[in-house]
């Protein structure tokens, strides 16, 4: 199972990113992905999780209103849009895949991406 993210980088506050998580070798229909961040010192944080096969999300309250998560489904992807960035915003951001409960619990995902960086000052 491979999952690689893109789109990290620095912006200012109130700008936006777009996160992508491309993912192989495994079943991405009727399954789970989701994305997490992490910053120094913190514990990894739920963002949104999206059900493939459906399309039913869930979204943490701290980005609810300015993050959204979709997908596309052709091509074994799942996207992060980020608007009206903050500060706080700043963390790693990871891809996961393969949770039976789909929630924005960490430990209920089998697979990761490496992470890609975002930076908001």
């Known amino acids: 199972v491979q999952l690689v993210e893109s789109g990290g980088g620095s912006v200012q506050p109130g700008g936006s990113l777009r996160l992508s998580c491309g993912a192989s070798?495994?079943?991405?229909?009727?399954?789970?992905m989701g994305w997490f961040r992490q910053a120094p010192g913190n514990e990894r944080e739920g963002v949104a999780s999206i059900w493939t096969g459906g399309g039913n999300t869930s979204t943490a309250d701290s980005v609810k209103g300015r993050f959204t998560i979709s997908q596309d489904t052709s091509k074994n992807t799942v996207y992060l849009q980020m608007n009206s960035l903050k500060p706080e915003d700043t963390a790693m951001y990871y891809c996961?895949?393969?949770?039976?409960?789909?929630?924005?619990?960490?430990?209920?995902?089998?697979?990761w991406g490496q992470g890609t960086q975002v930076t908001v000052s």
């Open positions: 996961a895949a393969d949770s039976h409960a789909c929630s924005l619990l960490a430990a209920s995902f089998a697979y």
């Open positions: 070798g495994y079943t991405y229909s009727s399954n789970c």
